[in-house]
């Protein structure tokens, strides 16, 4: 108890530290700007800038060069730059910026007490007259700040997201070369950046490290945020120490809109609405967002900006159960035909507070909301084989049963995430060095208002069969002989409730202190830092079950029926059921409703984890190469606990308390051949912590008719460790345009997965640690506009990439003949194109993504009930026109091949779901004033 006591202290006491130096050293510095920064700047050798376009919009990743000296350094997110120069005599600097001419002024000593202001015009040339629409504009944004980065990242500029028909961060992601995504009802929801699992990701919104909504997962579910309120996405795929070191795979940054993107008032607006295939609904979208910079010298800055957005969708799916029979068969234990009616709401907010009383002097406080609702009713009708018996003569894709059940359903189910992030921090200059140093708080939020369901039971017990010679399109008698049409023969067999509330929050705090020192004639930059974390989880389930007589709805199942047919594909599944109506049963019952013991209290937990991370690294630059080394060191407290409940009943508590600390080595290399050719290397390790459901020691009890599945946690659990290496080359062809070449590898240790065993009627689901493992790939990226081409078609262009990977995991024992399996989550391949065109105020893009078959989930036992996801492709595509400098006009075209979403059990004939959505075509207006 004392050390536990000790830990806790000494990770009080580094926050405290971290809050007394930020709380002296801040202020000073300020006081000292606010007297006299100008003369101190002109005094202490710094040049600082805004380089711009012509229409006074910052270019980001802008390489700005003093030939005299040899020295350069690269624009922010708002254009600007802050260098040292000696204090006296007249410089010249030059700006060299993808897809535009160089540009270069002369500063004089007076004029260093000013921010110098750099227009970059584009080439007499070009005939490119859109004004922040541009697809060529905004891919040079991207391409030039990738190509100055010290590390390997990948850039989406806000107006690039724009160009695609991406509702929200995950389907944006998309597009990145080396990135898939995984989906939820044909939208995307969560990511998987190199193959990795998507909890081998991290994401951040302005540097707040956004917590997982989920309580079964630290993956962020992505849909929750939308793309509207980006202002850049910036994809680390090699660290640096500077960096949390929780991104084995690579870490998001989702940086939203500033006042000081524009010189004074912005105001930017969109509305459009949609016609879906399925069902014949519409979506509609709006977002605005409003800024202004006021002051003397329009030093301070404010922002508002919200989003909003719903989808009416509805979507055909099928769900087949297989497993083996006491004879070794695979065959079916049950069909559900789902027949989905779903309305999606997002809702966004987010707003910025600045001051910038000089050039790398700033305070700023941001905040976001993102508000996601599903609001879902889904009719079900059940096939029950596995109550039934089994016929002579089955083979592996068709049988026929005797005595079968069939059900039919109704559930109503809103789940709704929110997340808060907040942001307030600083950068000052201090001499030559410079400190950074914020606070950050990060907040999610799952609940489900509603997870009603209302079951009734056919009294017939037909002889059915089924038939999966077209496993796409299988055939079942039920459809010939249509038992399940007759209502009357219906009775009332259960309801059952269940409410969810988890709440996942962080506080962080980080200071970064960078210094320029001389050694021998060279000069290193030196950086130290740290950042403090604490995390605490609650997640509260209670689950109810009645399937007393009392309880029965006063009418018969025809009583709920409406007069809406219920389809899914070509299978006529009768009449829906009324949601009025069953929403009246739910609320008249669900307060007398049965709680369901042990459960509602097995399923609850709790988690604590406090992380303490310090870097120290050093940058130096021998004429075109850069190198940095440094190392990271993390410390982790993580304290969990979860109820018990013994056979007679008495409820108490398991507890886990574990502490752990690791060392995270880095070197990076960047080589410039020349200002287009970059090579970069990097080795670096990182770390990929346990799910808290996994490490708390929770044993949760779930019977489903005669099968009874227990999930455990393991508090054994051990964190999964990788060792990265890095290498890539990078081409950048004039005038905006890119091709590269990035390979990657991976060493794992004690990768964690999941492994089912089954026991007679009981199938125990448990955590593991693997040895270890590998993850290897190659990432080829191709972006060009064909300028070389006569006439209108120099307007072509093509956006390309290809991911190729392969990984597998060497487990600690063998089951089922395997000891080696591949890694969940890992496509073999993944790829994007997209042929663009842009002339004038027009622009289209036609984009197709695709990636192969992955894992999904293993089964110990027998390898023929290993669940995959096929591998998916998607043709969308978008076209807009200005119609004047102000207003723009767009169409986008979503799914238009009508894709299905597969998941089968070991080959691709045994089909377990497959579900369709239809394509959708959405028009509106984009407004920049």
Request: proline fraction near 4%; charged fraction near 25%.
């Amino acid at each position: 108890m004392n050390a536990i006591r000790r830990r806790r202290s000494s990770f009080a006491l580094a926050a405290s530290a971290m809050t007394i130096a930020l709380a002296g050293i801040v202020p000073s510095a300020l006081a000292q700007d606010a007297a006299a920064s100008g003369r101190a700047q002109a005094n202490a050798g710094i040049l600082s800038g805004r380089v711009h376009d012509e229409n006074g919009s910052p270019l980001p990743g802008a390489r700005v060069v003093v030939p005299e000296l040899g020295s350069e350094t690269t624009t922010d997110l708002q254009g600007e730059f802050v260098m040292p120069v000696p204090a006296q005599g007249e410089v010249t600097v030059r700006v060299e910026y993808l897809g535009r001419p160089n540009a270069s002024t002369s500063v004089a000593l007076a004029d260093r007490r000013t921010v110098v202001d750099i227009t970059v015009p584009r080439d007499a040339a070009s005939d490119i007259v859109v004004t922040g629409a541009s697809i060529v504009d905004n891919t040079a944004r991207a391409l030039n700040q990738q190509r100055q980065a010290d590390n390997t990242v990948s850039i989406v500029s806000a107006d690039a997201i724009g160009r695609f028909p991406d509702p929200n961060i995950a389907e944006a992601l998309q597009r990145v070369s080396g990135i898939g995504i995984e989906r939820d009802q044909g939208e995307g929801r969560y990511i998987n950046i190199r193959g990795a699992p998507m909890e081998f990701s991290t994401v951040s919104v302005d540097g707040a490290t956004v917590a997982a909504a989920s309580p079964t997962t630290r993956a962020i579910d992505l849909d929750t945020i939308p793309s509207d309120i980006v202002a850049n996405l910036e994809v680390t795929k090699s660290l640096l120490p500077s960096q949390d070191a929780d991104a084995i795979a690579g870490s998001v940054n989702i940086s939203t809109r500033s006042a000081f993107d524009s010189k004074g008032f912005r105001l930017s607006a969109s509305a459009g609405a949609s016609y879906n295939d399925y069902g014949g609904t519409s979506d509609r979208r709006a977002s605005l967002s409003v800024s202004n910079r006021f002051g003397a010298d329009r030093q301070f800055g404010v922002l508002l900006a919200g989003s909003y957005s719903k989808t009416d969708r509805q979507l055909d799916n099928v769900e087949n159960g297989w497993a083996v029979n006491a004879a070794g068969q695979v065959r079916l234990v049950e069909t559900l035909f789902k027949d989905y009616d779903t309305k999606r709401e997002r809702l966004s907010l987010n707003g910025a507070l600045e001051w910038r009383p000089s050039p790398g002097n700033r305070l700023y406080a941001r905040g976001s909301f993102s508000q996601f609702t599903d609001d879902e009713y889904r009719n079900r009708l059940s096939i029950l084989w596995s109550e039934g018996t089994m016929a002579a003569g089955s083979t592996d894709t068709r049988a026929t049963f005797t005595n079968t059940r069939i059900e039919k359903q109704i559930r109503h189910r809103v789940q709704r995430n929110q997340i808060y992030t907040g942001t307030v921090g600083g950068e000052n200059l201090i001499g030559r060095g410079r400190i950074e140093y914020s606070a950050t708080y990060s907040e999610s939020k799952q609940t489900y208002p509603r997870r009603d369901e209302l079951l009734f039971r056919s009294s017939l017990r037909p002889t059915l069969s089924y038939d999966f010679a077209n496993p796409d399109n299988p055939s079942y008698s039920l459809f010939t002989t249509n038992e399940h049409l007759q209502s009357d023969r219906y009775a009332f067999r259960e309801n059952a409730y269940r409410s969810n509330n988890t709440l996942n929050k962080e506080w962080g705090f980080s200071t970064k202190v960078e210094l320029p020192v001389d050694l021998g004639g060279q000069q290193v930059l030196f950086s130290l830092g740290g950042r403090y974390r604490d995390r605490d989880v609650v997640s509260d389930e209670e689950r109810f079950r009645d399937r007393r007589a009392s309880t029965a709805p006063s009418g018969s199942l025809t009583s709920f029926l409406n007069d809406e047919r219920s389809a899914n594909f070509n299978y006529d599944l009768g009449y829906k059921i009324d949601p009025g109506k069953a929403d009246a049963y739910f609320d008249a019952t669900k307060g007398s409703s049965e709680r369901r013991i042990p459960q509602s209290i097995t399923a609850d937990y709790r988690a604590s984890e406090k992380i303490l991370g310090m870097f120290g690294m050093a940058k130096a630059e021998f004429g075109h190469t850069t190198v940095i080394a440094g190392v990271r060191y993390e410390r982790t407290d993580f304290q969990g606990s979860a109820p018990t409940v013994a056979l007679n009943g008495t409820v108490g508590k398991a507890n886990v308390d574990t502490d752990y600390g690791k060392w995270f080595p880095n070197l990076t290399v960047r080589q410039a051949f020349t200002p287009e050719l970059i090579g970069r290397f990097a080795l670096s390790r990182g770390i990929n912590r346990p799910n808290f459901v996994d490490l708390v020691p929770r044993q949760l009890d779930e019977t489903d008719s005669s099968m009874t599945r227990i999930t455990e946690g393991n508090p054994n659990l051990r964190p999964t460790l990788s060792n990265n290496v890095d290498a890539g080359l990078e081409y950048y062809i004039r005038p905006v345009g890119l091709i590269s070449v990035n390979a990657f590898y991976k060493d794992l240790t004690d990768y964690r997965y999941t492994l089912s065993r089954t026991a007679g009627n009981i199938i125990y689901v448990r955590p593991e640690n693997a040895p270890d493992g590998h993850l290897v790939g190659i990432e080829v990226n191709w972006q060009q506009q064909f300028t070389f081409l006569p006439g209108l078609l120099s307007g072509f262009g093509v956006f390309a990439n290809y991911t190729w990977t392969d990984a597998e995991i060497r487990l600690s024992q063998t089951f089922a003949g395997r000891r080696v399996m591949p890694l969940p989550g890992q496509s073999k391949s993944s790829w994007n194109a997209a042929l663009f065109y842009e002339k004038g105020p027009f622009n289209a893009r036609l984009s197709y993504t695709k990636r192969s078959d992955y894992l999904n989930a293993v089964d110990a036992n027998d390898p023929r009930l290993d669940l995959y996801w096929e591998g998916r492709g998607q043709l969308d595509a978008t076209a807009s026109y200005q119609v004047v400098k102000q207003a723009t006009v767009f169409v986008e075209a979503k799914n238009l091949t009508n894709s299905p979403g597969v998941r089968y059990y070991g080959v691709r004939e045994r089909v377990y779901e497959y579900e369709k959505f239809g394509y959708s075509i959405f028009g509106g207006v984009r407004i920049k004033l």
